[in-house]
């Protein structure tokens, strides 16, 4: 893998972002955008998939990133969780639910992947 000077250049990054900005989207549809601490909760759990890759990566070593990356892994899920109650209570469409739910699914793979990858990186260090 090639030196990454800033988060902005990791790939997992970026889609994590995309996953927030689709999120601000669906915030801004009827009913959910009347629904404020739903909306809230929305959008606070998917900003922190990217803001928690974004922080581990300042720290500068490999024990603390992966850490805050097992952190974005675990707001992808309580994203998922809170997309499905919504779903389910009329707060966001069924196409609007499948497609987020798709979406952090794949970041939930990508995290993943990227956490073994630097584990066995820490590994091959030894």
Known sequence: ????DCFEELDVWRHAAEIGIEVYGLADELPLSKDFKSRDQLIGAAISISNNIAEGFEYNNNKDFIRFLAYAKGSAGELRSQAFVLYKAGRIKEEDYWGLKES?????????????????FENNKK
């Open 1 to 4: 893998m090639a030196k990454i």
């Open 104 to 120: 952090l699914l794949n970041i939930s793979k990508e995290i993943k992947g990227f956490i073994n990858y630097l584990k066995a």
